[in-house]
């Protein structure tokens, strides 16, 4: 039962480029959406957040998205540098502790 | 400034024994989730404790698993009789209030259980 899908498992990107990543879920209850990002060895560590009542959230090279009405965010990353190389994770809430995940997109950057 | 810690880091059992992961929060956070993560899947909610209290173990398989966190010391998660299901990474997120959204957790580095 998965609530979380991304069905992209991996992205290759050329430096300087943008990243999208996709994220979509089934729960309507989810209100509260969230982008980790994992390095190997490491554990997931927060990038970006938005709550439902908004659609768009910016910090930095990273802005997030969502489409409620399709039950679909996105994380777009511009410019895309080396050290963005890493696993990244959709995650979703109920304005809780309760984090439902994605299996993860691997992003690639290429020089 | 030390993170969430998790050890062992690389754990190997046979299966029918025990599993026994640690995880010590980030200093001041007295709130702990654990969650697995299946090969090819994604990080799935186990159970959050407070201090000597579990607030919901909703995640939880209902058999051979259990968690605490005491008054002293790191949470403890416990696989009893371990099967070759078992195997994936356990990750264990500390907070510093329960008042819960994810944003407020952080991650250790994760417990890759191989059982064989």
């Known amino acids: 039962d998965q609530q979380v899908k991304q069905n992209s498992p991996s992205l290759s990107v050329q430096e300087g480029r943008i990243s999208i990543l996709n994220c979509d879920y089934t729960?309507?209850?989810?209100?509260?959406f969230l982008w980790y990002k994992k390095y190997p060895a490491e554990g997931p560590t927060f990038l970006i957040s938005i709550s439902s009542i908004k659609d768009k959230n910016e910090d930095g090279r990273f802005t997030v998205f969502l489409n409620k009405s399709a039950k679909h965010l996105s994380l777009h990353i511009v410019p895309s540098q080396p050290g963005d190389s890493a696993v990244y994770f959709c995650?979703?809430?109920?304005?809780?502790?309760?984090?439902?995940f994605g299996a993860g997109t691997t992003v690639t950057v290429r020089a | 400034n030390a993170g969430v810690m998790q050890n062992p880091r690389h754990l190997v059992r046979r299966r029918g024994q025990e599993a026994r992961l640690r995880c010590s929060p980030m200093?001041?956070?007295?709130?702990v989730y654990w969650y697995r993560q299946l090969p090819e899947e994604g990080l799935k909610f186990m159970v959050y404790?407070?201090?000597?209290?579990?607030?919901?173990e909703s995640g939880m398989p209902k058999e051979r698993f259990s968690a605490e966190f005491p008054k002293e010391g790191p949470s403890i998660l416990r696989i009893q009789q371990v099967v070759r299901g078992d195997s994936a990474a356990y990750f264990c997120a500390s907070s510093l209030g329960g008042s819960g959204v994810g944003d407020g957790q952080y991650f250790g580095p994760g417990t890759r259980l191989t059982v064989t």
């Open positions: 729960n309507s209850m989810f209100d509260y």
């Open positions: 200093k001041g956070h007295s709130h």
């Open positions: 995650a979703a809430s109920r304005n809780d502790y309760k984090l439902s």
């Open positions: 404790l407070q201090k000597e209290n579990i607030i919901d």
